[in-house]
DNA sequence: CACATTATGATAACGATATTCATAATTAAA
DNA sequence: TTTAATTATGAATATCGTTATCATAATGTG
């Protein structure tokens, strides 16, 4: 048990009477083997590479699950599709997005969380997360 | 045409061949007469109400018509419906966004849009637009 | 007014996601 | 360790939002 994320699903599946599976063990370590966005289906195209006997259905439970244990976070970019990115480390809610070749990278930037948070406290409202995305050119696109 | 998003509309309706219907008519009538972010199901809803001959696929199809006329814009709000908001007045990216009631209110900050572009620009990054959204509690839910 | 063109509404198709169900795997108890 | 209860799986089907198809109706131009 290396990885961080691995030691939190597992507990969370034990904390609520699931069980461990060759599936789930693979999905999570394909998931947390990337840095990249992926969607549900790139995930079930580089599971299915060693293992064909995976199901899509499988791919995307057990998505949810990372997702309700705190490991992963859905995103959505506008292309339709989910996808997920990696919690530990921080909450990553911020993203330069370009609009030609879809690379994503992300930052955080103190001062504008806490200007967010004195407009939020000027409505009267409380919190929870965020999402700033920036769309536009990246640099390699520009040239 | 009292209303200036009307004009827009029906100038792009003319200058690209299509024609003026009733029933353009009536969606552009509904979309403009609200300030909420109405999904096509709501729109559709309240067109039905006074209007039971429209269909569903009007509805679809009139307002990728006034996305491309430039007087709409979609949103995604993360429940899966598309929403649309009014465009002139100016671009409205940034959203307080309720996660009990589903509340949006919109707001602009020009300090957090200064240090989006300095972001950017630090990462040879080049914005056409960006989204901000603050999902939390609104005053009158945390009450 | 006629005719060519576009718009409509109903329905079917669609893609992403969710659910069902019979079978297989895992865990807890004995 | 075998059993028994429970959960997980994969395949297929259903669902949801959205888009396309198609025959008919409305629009607008000459």
Do not use: W
């Amino acid at each position: 048990m290396k990885r961080t994320g691995k030691k939190i699903f597992f507990d969370f599946i034990s904390k609520n009477g699931l069980k461990r599976s060759r599936q789930r063990e693979l999905i999570l370590d394909a998931f947390l083997s990337t840095d990249r966005h992926m969607s549900i289906e790139e995930l079930y195209l580089k599971l299915r590479a060693r293992h064909p006997d995976i199901g899509y259905s499988t791919v995307y439970r057990t998505m949810r699950l990372l997702v309700e244990s705190g490991i992963a976070r859905e995103f959505h970019f506008g292309d339709g599709q989910t996808r997920f990115e990696h919690l530990p480390g921080g909450e990553r809610n911020d993203h330069l997005v370009c609009t030609r070749c879809n690379a994503i990278t992300q930052f955080e930037n103190e001062t504008i969380e806490k200007l967010q948070g004195e407009i939020a406290a000027s409505h009267g409202f409380l919190i929870e997360t965020h999402k700033l995305k920036l769309y536009g050119l990246c640099a390699g696109c520009r040239a």
